[in-house]
């Protein structure tokens, strides 16, 4: 596994944004209950990193206080890895974020008993002190991933990296519906990024999301939820086929989630 080191942050990029959620997963507030025992807190220079312990979800990671993964939502991962299995061969994948390690972890627990891991796995992550966190008190989520013979861990910005990335056989995307440049639109953001994977993939090659949550609870993100699904639905169809959704229910986040993926055109 090779450690690349971090790279020059572009100018405009809000790192704060570079997490996956971009919507509440849960009703306000959203950082971690009182119950939870305090792990870690600390601000990384990109973010503010708390680890808690739940009783009942265990390892919980948050970042810029919203909750992004716990150690029972197994199901996050098999959700991101599992449109990867209708590839005939992968050979070049990439993960975009996915600092808890989980997606990686996941992935290479699939593919590995049947002999189908890819020759060049890549896993973009911009802040390397989530990684060691999650390492340390998130091991149910990553296992050894990050230390995976198999696994190459890029310290970098993920949407930099995949803009020249090219003849990948599949992307997973882990990271956040919100812009990441100020005076973005959320369009913008959304039209831009499909596009940079698009360009990035062979043809025939899978890209597999996250996109946002049901908001069961929450009026707001019921709300925000008609508006980035169908900008990511648009997006995905101008450049990819045979689009397919699922709704997973996480088990800390309370609410289903959507995944999406398709294979590119």
Do not use: K
């Not at 596994?1 to 996956?20: K, Y």
């Not at 810029?64 to 994948?93: C, F, K, N, W």
């Amino acid at each position: 596994m090779g450690v690349h080191p971090p790279q020059q942050e572009e100018p405009g990029l809000i790192p704060s944004n570079g997490h996956r959620a971009g919507l509440r997963l849960h009703l306000p507030p959203v950082a971690p209950a009182a119950s939870n025992h305090l792990l870690a807190d600390e601000h990384t220079g990109l973010q503010h990193v708390v680890v808690t312990r739940h009783p009942r979800f265990g390892g919980q990671l948050f970042l810029d206080g919203d909750l992004q993964i716990s150690e029972s939502d197994v199901a996050y991962g098999v959700a991101m890895t599992s449109p990867l299995l209708a590839h005939p061969r992968l050979e070049r994948v990439a993960i975009l974020g996915g600092g808890d390690g989980g997606v990686l972890a996941e992935l290479i627990r699939t593919l590995e008993p049947l002999d189908a891991l890819p020759s060049e796995l890549t896993m973009v992550e911009i802040d390397p002190r989530v990684m060691e966190l999650c390492r340390q008190h998130l091991p149910a989520l990553c296992g050894d991933a990050f230390d995976s013979p198999h696994a190459r861990i890029v310290t970098g910005d993920a949407f930099a990296w995949i803009a020249q990335a090219r003849d990948l056989d599949a992307v997973v995307y882990d990271l956040t519906m919100d812009p990441v440049r100020e005076g973005q639109s959320r369009a913008e953001f959304i039209t831009g990024i499909i596009g940079h994977i698009a360009r990035a993939l062979r043809p025939g090659g899978v890209l597999s999301m996250q996109c946002c949550g049901h908001g069961r609870d929450d009026a707001a993100d019921r709300a925000l939820r008609r508006e980035v699904l169908p900008l990511i639905r648009q997006a995905v169809d101008a450049h990819f086929a045979r689009r397919c959704e699922q709704d997973v229910l996480v088990p800390s986040y309370q609410d289903l989630w959507t995944f999406l993926s398709a294979r590119r055109r």
